[in-house]
């Protein structure tokens, strides 16, 4: 069983920047394919960007790339996602993930943090 924690989100005008982390309570992270998605009230859930164990080229959303970085610390067992040039429309419940990574989807979720950006 796999626990993760988000933190970091918050409010923030656009145009500012934000740093969510995830804690994950689990032997190994290395184990596990990381990723965050994000939720906005009545849209689809959306995968932002994920990672592989070794961190090697990341998956973005089209909508973030160049804007958001994710990495990893194995070490620490924590996931991090950088935020910048924030928009309007970043505005949401974002969720760390993970998931061994021979699965397709992903297994375990956090309850997420809200991450609000003001115009």
């Known amino acids: 069983q796999v626990q993760l924690v988000e933190s970091g989100g918050g409010l923030v005008q656009a145009g500012g920047s934000l740093r969510l982390s995830c804690a994950a309570s689990?032997?190994?992270?290395?184990?596990?394919?990381m990723g965050w998605f994000r939720q906005a009230p009545g849209k689809v859930r959306e995968y932002v960007a994920g990672?592989?164990?070794?961190?090697?080229?990341?998956y973005y959303a089209n909508a973030v790339k160049g804007r958001f970085t994710i990495t990893r610390d194995n070490a620490k067992n924590t996931v991090s996602l950088q935020m910048n040039s924030l928009k309007p429309e970043d505005t949401a419940v974002y969720l760390c993930?993970?998931?061994?990574?021979?699965?397709?989807?992903?297994?375990?979720w956090g309850e997420g943090t809200q991450v609000t950006v003001s115009s």
């Open positions: 990672i592989g164990v070794s961190g090697g080229t990341p």
């Open positions: 993930a993970a998931k061994e990574t021979w699965r397709a989807t992903y297994e375990y």
């Open positions: 689990v032997r190994e992270l290395s184990g596990y394919t």
